[in-house]
Nanobody, 120 residues
Framework: QVHVVESGGGLVQAGGSLRLSCAAS????????MGWYRQAPGKQRELVAA???????NYADSMKGRFTISRDNAKNTVYLQMNSLKPEDTAVYYC??????????????WGQGTHITVSS
């Protein structure tokens, strides 16, 4: 089986920083794109940032300049460095990964989510 697990959420004051990690585990042939999404209460899930296996990145406009996505292919891990956090960044943050696994082909896997609360 393949698992994707996030870590690093919590409570932070406005203007502060947090770093999220997301690790994929199991028998994996390869990982294509990895990304972070978030869902605030009463809102739809939205893209935060994504990164390809070659390192190309894509950010939602409201995160540009404040958030940085990166990955360590050797560790099957993607990171999200979040700076200058705002109360409106409060949400559940989810990691996803496009993973090729033996017998399963290419599938999108989601983590269970990690809560981030930014206090004003």
């Amino acid at each position: 089986q393949v698992h994707v697990v996030e870590s690093g959420g919590g409570l932070v004051q406005a203007g502060g920083s947090l770093r999220l990690s997301c690790a994929a585990s199991g028998i994996i042939f390869s990982i294509n794109a990895m990304g972070w999404y978030r869902q605030a209460p009463g809102k739809q899930r939205e893209l935060v940032a994504a990164i390809t296996n070659s390192g190309s990145t894509n950010y939602a406009d409201s995160m540009k300049g404040r958030f940085t996505i990166s990955r360590d292919n050797a560790k099957n891990t993607v990171y999200l460095q979040m700076n200058s956090l705002k109360p409106e960044d409060t949400a559940v943050y989810y990691c996803n990964a496009a993973i090729v696994a033996p017998g399963l082909g290419l599938r999108i896997y989601w983590g269970q989510g990690t809560h981030i609360t930014v206090s004003s």
